[in-house]
């Protein structure tokens, strides 16, 4: 079983090293879903699930850069999903926590620099804290730029930036005729990151959730039904070269 996954995955690799890089996605969002769902197949609790999800992260940021991935945005946690359960919002809580302090080494030694999209003063004390000691120590990685979306939600990402424009325009910083799209774009939580080339979203749901609303204007999407838990080196390949095939015409002909 393993042999036969390493050969696929092999295959899979050495038809992607022989694309052109223009048809590599060098920024992949991805909406990890389905953590839940594969759990209760597997008779499981959602914390192992959630747990099961972190391995596939894991797996994922270890694999990316092989294949030419420069930037993941992965949407850990959304501003919606405070709604959940208090135990549920806990434990994912302190999986983000205790995942952060144990990676860290490795995501140095990696050269994979951790940045964060979302409401973040608003995220618990712990949490802030544990992020930005890994953001300072992983600051100087070149390898990949890990995004992770965290009380993430696209239309509250956009009445921020709105907010804060409106501030410099009311203290005279700038002019209301000064807006522009990279103006806009400045004032996102994104800032400085490229729009996804492809966006992912597992699980067999076909929404975007409240995910990079301005930023996937023009992204190709990539939908599939394997939960979260099972997304691995193989499905990120499939994706890439589904991705290769597309025509991007950003309007034009
Ligand atoms: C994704 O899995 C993880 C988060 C949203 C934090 P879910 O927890 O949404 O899993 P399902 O959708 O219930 O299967
Ligand atoms: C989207 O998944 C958010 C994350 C993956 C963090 P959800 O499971 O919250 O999305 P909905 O509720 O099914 O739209
Ligand atoms: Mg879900």
Known sequence: MQENKDKKLEELVSQIKLLPPERIPLHIAIIMDGNGRWAKRKGLSRPEGHRAGVSAVKKIVRFAPQVGVKILTLYTFSTENWRRPA?????????????????????????????????????????????????????????????????????????????????????????????????????????????????????????????????SAYSEFYFTDVLWPDFDEIELCRAIIDYASRERRFGGI
């Open 87 to 215: 135990d549920e919002v806990k434990i994912l809580m302190n999986l983000l926590r205790e995942t952060t302090f144990r990676e860290l080494d490795e995501l140095v030694q990696n050269g994979v620099k951790l940045v964060v999209s979302g409401r973040f003063s608003e995220l618990p004390l712990a949490q802030r804290k544990a992020l930005e000691i890994a953001m300072k120590k992983t600051a100087g990685g070149d390898v990949l730029t890990l995004n992770l979306a965290l009380n993430y939600g696209g239309r509250a990402e956009i009445i921020d930036a709105v907010r804060k424009i409106a501030e410099k325009v009311a203290g005279k910083k700038i002019e209301p005729k000064d807006i522009d799209e990279k103006l806009f774009e400045e004032h996102l939580q994104t800032a400085g990151l490229p729009d996804p080339d492809l966006v992912i979203r597992t699980s067999g749901e076909i929404r975007i959730s409240n995910f990079l609303l301005w930023q």
